[in-house]
């Protein structure tokens, strides 16, 4: 491991000493041989650190880096909840969607839902029947009382919380 002091730095406060990148890959490296994940510790970290009564932590996996500004009024043909930024509540399932993918990033979000309108599905039929209807699996059953009460449950709120 290579050691560099950073001479221009002289906040007694703060670390002196910075690992190089080789120092960081040990470390890395040691740590995954040994079963210690290093994504699960800031995993962690964000959590304790952000999470409040209103402020909820989430993530999302990305096959390509996120550029611009995050949009929600895109849909997808594979959405679950029509349009919308995916972001969940579970770091390891988010880094599962994009682990073989080699421009892949995992990105961390905070966000304040003070004020904001929540639509929550827990695994049930209404949870599956919003699933297939996104995905075009049930189309003539489109104007169905049930599958009409689901979308007036989605499209009027500002966030839907369910299992992904």
């Not at 490296?29 to 800031?42: D, K, P, R, T, V």
């Not at 988010?94 to 904001?116: K, R, T």
């Amino acid at each position: 491991m290579t050691l560099t002091k950073d001479t221009n730095t002289s906040n007694e406060n703060q670390f002196e000493h910075y690992l190089s990148y080789e120092g960081n890959e040990n470390i890395y490296n040691f740590a995954y041989n040994h079963g210690l994940y290093l994504n699960e510790i800031l995993w962690q970290y964000r959590l304790d650190e952000f999470r409040s009564e209103s402020v909820n932590i989430c993530s999302h996996g990305s096959r390509k880096n996120i550029v611009g500004d995050i949009r929600v009024d895109i849909e997808s043909e594979s959405s679950d909840f029509g349009a919308g930024f995916y972001i969940g509540q579970d770091i390891a399932q988010a880094g599962m969607w994009v682990a073989d993918e080699p421009d892949s990033s995992l990105y961390i979000f905070s966000f304040d839902e003070s004020g904001l309108t929540k639509a929550q599905f827990n695994v049930s039929i209404d949870w599956m029947l919003a699933i297939c209807y996104f995905r075009n699996m049930i189309p003539q059953y489109a104007n169905h009382p049930k599958i009409q009460e689901i979308l007036n449950k989605i499209n009027n709120c500002d966030y839907v919380l369910a299992p992904i």
